[in-house]
C-alpha cells in the first residue's frame, strides 16, 4: 500500500525580466500579461472545507491516496488530473462544476455500494468509519469491537488493552513481529503507527496509538481478492479513525432532535411526499398547520418517503405527471428557522441541475438552504422536474463547520415510478406556483 501520510506542498516559482542594457536604443514596451494561475494556486482559493471534501471524494474513487486534510500538494492534484482522464476530460487539474459534481456523485455512490458509517465505538469511544455492508456482523467485548463479513474475507478490528512503560516506537514494533505478518510500509509518528502488508493470504493495515497508558489499535484484514474494493475504504478508515476523540469529528454531526424539512403535498387525501433520511429515526413527525403525521411507507431502493396526515380539507396537490425541460429549475421549500430568523414563510430559489456522469443522478447548483431538503424542482414552464435532497459531505477527515450541504435531485420519474407503486394517483399538468402545495415537515428524535 502506498503512503498515507505527508505529502509535498506546491510551490509556486515567480520569473525575473533582464534588464536592457545602458545604451540600448528606447523601445516602446507593454506590461506583461498577468501569469495564469496553476491548479495549485487555484486550489488554494477554495475553503479548505472544500479542498478536503474534494480529497475524500477522491480517495474514493480511487484516485487519490494521502491525507484527507485540505492541504493542497503534488499528490492532490495528480489526483484530480487522473480523474478528469478516466472521466474522458481535459487533465486540467482544475474541477469545472461540472467534473466536481461528477466526482461528489461518484463518491457517495462508492460509499453507498459498502455502506460507509461513521461511528463512535461503544466501547472505547473512539470514532472511526465502518463499511457496513461489507462487515455488517459486530461484536464487542471489554477489549474492543469487531465487524466482520459473513465468511470472514473481511475484518475490521478495533482493540484496547493496558501497558505501562511503553512508547509508539515499541509499540510498533511488537506489531511488526506478530506471527505471518509481512510488512511492506512501516511510517512511526509521535502519537501514532501505521504498518502495511500481508499476512498469510490477506493483506493488513494496522495504525495504532498510545495515550495515557493505553493501547488502542486499528486493525482492518482483507483477502487479496478484494484489495480493489478495500483500497478506497482503508484509505477513508484511515483518516476518520481518531482513537482518542476530543472535540468535533469527523463525518456528520450528530442528528438534531428536532429537524427540519420540506414535504410535497401528492395527494388531496393527505399523501406528502418527503426526503426519507429527514424523516428516518423520527419519535413524533408533525406537518406544521396540520399536525401529527404518520410514516405510511419508507422506500428501501431510494430516498423518498410517503406521509399521511387525516382531515385536512384543504390540501392542493402537485402536479406530478409530465415531463420537464431540461435546464434552469425553481426549487419551492421551507427553510430551516434559523435560516429565516424564526420564520415558516415559503420561498423558490432558482438553480441549475448539473449532470453527475457515469455515477447518475443530478446535482444542485448552489445548494438551497436547510430544511429545502425534500422540496420540488419545476422547469421554467412550471413541470415537475424532481425532488431536491441535501445532505452534509461525507468527509473522511476531520469535519469543518463550515462545510456546505450538497444537493441533489431525484429525477421525477423516480419519484412518479415511488408514487405509484404506493398506491398515489398522480394529478398532471404544470404548476405556476408551488408554494399552496408544500409544507413544512417537523421531526422529533429523542
Known sequence: MRSMLAATLIVAGAATLAAHGAHAAPKQTTAAPPAAQTPAETAKTLAQAERQAIQSDLAWTGDYNGLINGEVSDRMIAAIKQFQTNQG????????????????????????????????????????????????????????????SSTGTIQVA??????????????????????????????????????????????????????????????????????????????????????FPAGAQAGPPPRKKVEYSTGTVVGSDGAIL???????????????????????NRSKEHELALLRIYGASDLKPLPIGGSAKPGAVEITGVADPQSQGGGAAVTTVKA??????????????????LGFSGAPARDADGRFAGLTTLRLPLVAGPADSAAAPQAALISADTVRGYLASVGVKLVDGSAKDAKASVVRVICVRK
Open 352 to 369: 441549475q441541475l448539473t449532470p453527475a456522469g457515469s455515477a447518475g443522478g443530478l446535482a444542485v447548483t448552489p445548494a438551497p438552504s
Open 89 to 148: 476530460h481535459k487533465p486540467t487539474g482544475v474541477l469545472n462544476p461540472q467534473e466536481r459534481g461528477q466526482l461528489a456523485a461518484a463518491a457517495r455512490k462508492l460509499q453507498a455500494s459498502v455502506g460507509w458509517k461513521l461511528v463512535a465505538d461503544p466501547v472505547t469511544g473512539a470514532r472511526l468509519g465502518v463499511p457496513t455492508k461489507l462487515v455488517p456482523q459486530q461484536a464487542s467485548d471489554a477489549g474492543g469491537t469487531r465487524w466482520s
Open 274 to 296: 418527503a426526503d426519507r433520511d429527514a424523516v428516518d429515526g423520527c419519535l413524533s413527525i408533525v406537518v406544521a398547520g396540520y399536525g401529527p403525521a404518520d410514516l405510511a
Open 158 to 243: 478495533l482493540s484496547r488493552r493496558k501497558e505501562a512503560d511503553l512508547s509508539i516506537t515499541k509499540l510498533a514494533e511488537q506489531e511488526k513481529k506478530q506471527p505471518g505478518r509481512k510488512v511492506e510500509y512501516s511510517a512511526v509518528r509521535p502519537d501514532f503507527f501505521v504498518l502495511s502488508g500481508t499476512q498469510g493470504q490477506k493483506k493488513f493495515y494496522i495504525r495504532g496509538s498510545f495515550k495515557n497508558a493505553e493501547v488502542r489499535l486499528l486493525t482492518v484484514l482483507y483477502d487479496q481478492a478484494t484489495e480493489g474494493t478495500m483500497q478506497p475504504v482503508v484509505v477513508a478508515m484511515s483518516s476518520a479513525y481518531d482513537p
